[in-house]
């Protein structure tokens, strides 16, 4: 093609049609002009359909995370009950007058409460990859890009809620390690049942220090409620921007 627009060009020179030859110059440079210009569309659309789809790869991969976030918000709701119920009993226990005909139940409470505490700690994996490759910006739905960072946002409030019960914890054990024997809790943790105990498990009758147990039980289950309030919106949330995430990129 090039090797054509020559040969035309040298021909209108050698036959003097000067202003032919301006006029065909500049035809000949519109031409091109408008053939970058055509690639260069191409290429932004080329671009833009790859953008795209790892856009709706992101939302895919998000639909999967929220997902999950249901099911942990879930049964983490769940095994509070049994929680709540542990600290519930151990504290009736402990302050009845003949607790220490109760100390297999007690020590037992006291100890598996621990093992049946958890976190509720959501899937943050796409999201932070989209953040860390700087990809957010390929969001290019309003409603959902703001979905997605109001959702992803709020997760602070859960974790100061985790840290604090992982604190209040550490000082619960030290209290239980103060009121019952230590021998009989390392074997309620090997073997996860009820050990057979005498009214010795109770290491001490001091007020103050069961008062200190049951004071740490008290500020867990507080904690934990709080958690579980935030999961119970974070789970309604989670809800709502699949079903934006589902509307916007029409999947089913």
Not at 41 to 68: P, R, S, T
Not at 192 to 220: C, F, M, P, V
Request: aromatic share 10%; hydrophobic share 40%.
């Amino acid at each position: 093609m090039i090797k054509l627009f020559r040969n035309i060009r040298k021909n209108l020179l050698k036959e003097g049609r000067t202003a032919n030859y301006l006029k065909y110059a500049i035809g000949e440079i519109v031409l091109v002009v408008i053939g970058i210009l055509i690639a260069l569309q191409i290429n932004n659309w080329n671009e833009q359909q790859n953008e795209k789809k790892v856009e709706l790869g992101y939302m895919k991969n998000l639909l999967e995370d929220l997902k999950a976030d249901e099911i942990i918000y879930s049964e983490y709701i769940n095994n509070n009950i049994e929680v709540y119920n542990t600290i519930d009993s151990l504290v009736i226990y402990l302050n009845r007058p003949d607790r220490k005909e109760y100390t297999t139940k007690t020590s037992y409470w006291a100890r598996i409460m621990t093992m049946k505490f958890t976190r509720a700690q959501p899937i943050e994996r796409t999201f932070e990859q989209m953040k860390s490759s700087g990809q957010l910006k390929l969001v290019r739905n309003p409603k959902v890009a703001d979905g997605i960072s109001k959702y992803y946002n709020s997760f602070s409030e859960l974790k100061q809620y985790n840290e604090a019960a992982i604190l209040w914890l550490a000082d619960y054990l030290k209290s239980v390690g103060k009121v019952f024997d230590g021998e009989v809790l390392l074997k309620i943790l090997k073997e996860r049942k009820e050990q057979e105990t005498h009214a010795s498990t109770l290491i001490t009758e001091d007020r103050a220090i069961i008062n200190e147990l049951i004071a740490s039980a008290q500020y867990i289950y507080g904690v934990v409620k709080l958690s579980e309030n935030v999961c119970e919106n974070r789970k309604k949330a989670a809800l709502e921007l699949s079903a934006l995430i589902k509307k916007e990129y029409l999947m089913n």
